[in-house]
């Protein structure tokens, strides 16, 4: 039985790529469709460090770190919005089984360095999860322009504010859990990419263009029970 668990996103940027709903289509388990914003999907890959990771109710100094990486897309169910997850990778042997075994996500441990900088957050990750495909990713990042609380009905929103998580289980039956935490505050951010494999890691072609870019301090968050859909 997995329990709710409580924890802190801090650095996010959300880099994100339109393609053809066909293909995100093609990946998504039974059940999930991919969600649109005018007429395009959308495939996001979102550097942050985790904190304060514990079960809810318990003090945050109980709870641990570890910086993260993943590749996500947008999709709905019954009408209900979410985000369903092709990877996650993460510097925590420890933590990255437990999501495994626990919350049926699909983590890889990696080495990951994620250095602050005054301004700029620079990320490298190299998965190291035996018997994974490899995956190299580093780039830098910053926020540029003022805060901003995203429109409803904008492309910012669309990509950040979401409240449910999809994932396959072990017999491969659809598995969600809900989130609860603040609207994000987000800034325009701007991205040096220098390595990306995720993508082809996953089975899609590498991006031919630039990405949208946001970058968010973070929220803290509450994760209720994964279960069956």
Same mark, same amino acid.
Request: proline share 8%; hydrophobic share 35%.
């Given at each position: 039985m997995t329990l709710p668990v409580a924890m802190g996103w801090r650095h996010l940027l959300f880099a994100s790529w339109p393609v053809a709903p066909a293909v995100v289509d093609a990946r998504l388990p039974d059940g999930l469709e991919p969600d649109t914003y005018d007429g395009r999907a959308w495939l996001s890959i979102v550097p942050y460090r985790n904190v304060a990771v514990r079960?809810?109710?318990?003090? /945050?100094?109980?709870?641990?770190?570890?910086?993260?990486?993943?590749?996500?897309?947008?999709?709905?169910? =019954?009408? %209900?919005?979410?985000?369903?997850?092709?990877?996650?990778?993460?510097?925590?042997?420890? !933590?990255?089984?437990? /999501?495994?075994?626990?919350?049926?996500?699909?983590?890889?441990?990696?080495?990951?360095?994620?250095?602050? !900088?005054?301004?700029?957050?620079?990320?490298?990750?190299?998965?190291?999860?035996?018997?994974?495909?490899?995956?190299?990713?580093?780039?830098?990042?910053?926020?540029?322009? %003022?805060?901003?609380?995203?429109?409803? =009905?904008?492309? /910012?929103?669309?990509?950040?504010?979401?409240?449910?998580?999809?994932?396959?289980?072990?017999?491969?039956?659809?598995?969600?859990?809900?989130?609860v935490h603040e609207p994000w505050s987000l800034r325009p951010a701007t991205v040096a990419l220098e390595t990306n494999t995720l993508f082809e890691a996953n089975g899609f072609d590498a991006p031919a263009t630039s990405p949208v870019c946001y970058y968010s301090p973070g929220v803290d968050v509450v994760s209720s029970r994964n279960r069956p859909r």
């Open positions: 079960p809810r109710g318990a003090p /945050a100094r109980l709870g641990f770190g570890l910086p993260e990486l993943n590749l996500r897309t947008y999709v709905r169910r =019954d009408g %209900e919005s979410g985000v369903y997850f092709f990877s996650l990778d993460a510097d925590g042997l420890l !933590g990255v089984l437990a /999501a495994r075994l626990t919350h049926r996500l699909p983590y890889y441990n990696a080495r990951i360095e994620m250095r602050l !900088g005054s301004r700029q957050v620079s990320f490298a990750s190299e998965r190291r999860h035996p018997g994974a495909t490899p995956v190299r990713f580093a780039c830098r990042y910053e926020p540029v322009g %003022e805060p901003f609380a995203p429109n409803p =009905d904008s492309l /910012a929103a669309f990509l950040t504010e979401r409240y449910r998580y999809y994932t396959t289980g072990r017999r491969g039956e659809l598995r969600s859990a809900d989130l």
